[in-house]
């Protein structure tokens, strides 16, 4: 019984992750803020700021997440977080991860 019960979860969790995917092209287009310190395309050109290009997506959502929610603390990063949606965020992560 417990078998079926994963296989009926597994099945679940594949259904419905491609309505769940981020769009890479929104998140480009919510990118303008960040591009001021992390540059247009994730690359930044200051050693202060990190390179956002070609991280890992999940990574970049949780730590985007994190700053906007104050588990992770930043007086930079707080205001420009601030109003992001879940949705947003995964956009981003996306489009980021995309570099």
Known sequence: MKLLKYAFIATLLFAITPAMA????????KSALCAACHGPTG????????NLAGQKELYLAKQIRAF???TRTDPTMAPMVAALTDEDIANLAAYYASQ
């Open 68 to 70: 906007r929610d104050g």
């Open 43 to 50: 690359e930044s050109i200051n050693p202060m700021w990190p």
């Open 22 to 29: 981020a769009d890479a092209a929104a998140g480009k287009a």
